[in-house]
């Protein structure tokens, strides 16, 4: 598996991946992350932070008499932990926001109570820093890191397997005696074996309009109908998961 590095800030992300275009899994963190969520296709495994992070930071500050701090992020950095806690001598306070603005007043709020420490992602120390509260950023862990790219070669593996998999039920599909033409919910093709592109399909390779028109005129039903004036024998069955109705497959025979 090939990784690829780049460096990227919120407002650049999904240009960034643009330039990567044999890219299906993105590992980052934080707004870079989310941004790269838009994209289609594109699966993001964001690097999240551990308890040993948390403690270790929460040691370092309470360590200087530092006695009331707070984690401020967002919800893609802290994991969406939000509470007040006691640890040892101090009072922790964690917050995961899901805006940028909900960070900003987070931090007003925490400021106006007196909070002695912001520890955040980038965004938040770098907005508790011009507001004059003192501040520090969560860094990544080596450990972090690693397990975000396990996780990624892990998804990246399964796709492949994925593709693998519908390659072979493609090939198997293709060389039966069978038609074989899947229609989705809005009525549309969505495959059709080779079978069913020589009996029912233009030159072009096109399944024809009018032919397709008599099988799904059978319904979800069993019998004779005609194709193109050929009697076949044809049979629909529907796709209904969890009493949801996602089109039908027809099969016939000449």
Known sequence: ITIDTDVADDDHAVETVGRHPEAEVVVSRG???ERVRSIEGISVIQVGMNAGQFLEAISRFSGRGM?????????????????????????????????????ERTLDRLQRDGIDVIIGCRFSHELAVKKGIPSDRLTTSALSIREALEEAVRLVGARETERLHSAQLRAIIDNIEEGVIAIDSKRQVSFCNNVARRVAGRKDGVLDGGALAELLARGRQEGITTVRGNPVLAKSIALDIGGKRFGEVITFQE
């Open 67 to 103: 006695r009331r701090i707070a984690f401020v992020g967002r919800i893609s950095v802290l994991g969406g932990i939000s509470g007040d806690y006691r640890i040892g001598e101090a009072e922790v306070t964690f917050r995961s926001c899901s805006s940028l603005e909900e960070i």
């Open 31 to 33: 707004g870079v992350g």
